[in-house]
């Protein structure tokens, strides 16, 4: 394996979705740069990269693929953004906050090399707005990953105002190593799929708050009415209430709606730490923390 075009790439933000692109990357043969500002994150990262290959070991007993000790090798972590600076592609996943995303840009602008395109993994933030943090918003663009990345093989790829075609091609090839396709659509905040999620796991949450039925009996509808593979309660738990909540404060302050204001059970169980599964507990109780 091993790719000329994307020999390393940068990944910035080793939380829940950077872990899981670091590690698609490093199964496609490709040497990552995992960045984050707490060693206590890319140790997390690491251990659950480890544990998904295990799992992934366990499922798949023909034996294909590469083993997980190759696969951890090609993983570098590091909290010095210097090392960023031969990367043939980065893709950013900090946290879903504007201040945050906008000390991150123009660091790394000045710091990758002037042709490296900038893959912005975020739920509901404008890939215009991202892009004119930089000297290239031509070669800024979205890439929504879904989670958990490894196992999923479509992404909603964003077209920023100034995001040229040679971009998309080039975000199309590196997410065809990854063994992924993408669906372009347009820049307005939350694009397709989370201006959709985000109001329907929010009014998921109004439910459980005025008492119209628990959450497992908002999920089971969806599941068995629907066919829904996981009901909204789920699926917000997955994701991590803390970036539901997140983004749905970026849509309200991007819209102006208050159609998107965040239920206040939302904003109670982040307040208390109940964060879904990376905490161990959110509308389901996971135990330990997954
Ligand atoms: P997370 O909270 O699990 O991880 C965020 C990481 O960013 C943390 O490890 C934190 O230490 C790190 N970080 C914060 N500031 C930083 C900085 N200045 N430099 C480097 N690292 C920094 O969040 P997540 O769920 O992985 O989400 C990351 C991004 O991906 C967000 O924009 C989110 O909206 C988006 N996203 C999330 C999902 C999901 O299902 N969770 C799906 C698609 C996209």
């Known amino acids: 394996m091993g790719d000329m075009e994307f020999k390393t790439v940068g990944v910035v933000g080793a939380g829940v979705m950077g872990a899981g692109v670091a590690q698609n990357l490093a199964q496609s043969g490709v040497d990552v740069i995992l960045v984050d500002i707490a060693t206590e994150a890319l140790d997390k990262a690491t251990a659950s990269i480890r544990q998904s290959l295990r799992m992934q070991g366990l499922f798949n007993k023909s034996g294909g693929g590469a083993k997980p000790a190759e696969v951890l090798a090609r993983i570098r972590t590091t909290t010095d953004y210097d090392e960023l600076a031969g990367v043939d592609f980065l893709i950013e996943n900090v946290v879903e906050r504007w201040p945050v995303k906008a000390e991150v840009y123009p660091k790394i602008d000045a ?24 000297r290239r918003p031509e070669r800024v663009v979205g890439t929504h990953f879904m989670n958990p990345v490894p196992l999923k093989p479509v992404v909603e790829v964003i077209r920023g105002f100034h995001t040229t075609d040679e971009t998309l091609d080039t975000t199309r090839r590196l997410l065809a190593v990854m063994g992924k396709e993408g669906i372009v659509v347009q820049d307005l905040p939350g694009f397709v799929s989370n201006r959709v999620l985000m109001l329907t796991i ?15 009996d908002v999920d089971r509808l969806f599941k068995t009415c629907f066919g829904h593979k996981m009901g909204p309660l789920e699926t917000g738990d997955l994701i991590g209430l803390d970036t539901i909540l997140d983004s749905l404060l970026v849509l309200e302050e991007s819209y102006r709606d208050s159609k998107f204001r965040p239920c206040p059970l939302l904003q109670k169980m982040v307040d208390a730490g109940l964060l879904g599964r990376k905490s161990g507990r959110g509308f389901y109780d996971y135990g330990i923390s997954v």
């Not at 395109?117 to 991202?130: D, E, R």
């Not at 929010?202 to 497992?216: C, G, I, T």
């Open 111 to 134: 710091i990758c090399p002037p042709e490296c395109v900038f893959a912005v993994n975020t739920s509901c933030i404008s890939i215009t707005k991202v892009g004119s943090l930089t």
């Open 202 to 216: 929010n009014e998921a949450v109004w439910l459980v708050q005025d008492q119209v039925a628990p959450a497992e």
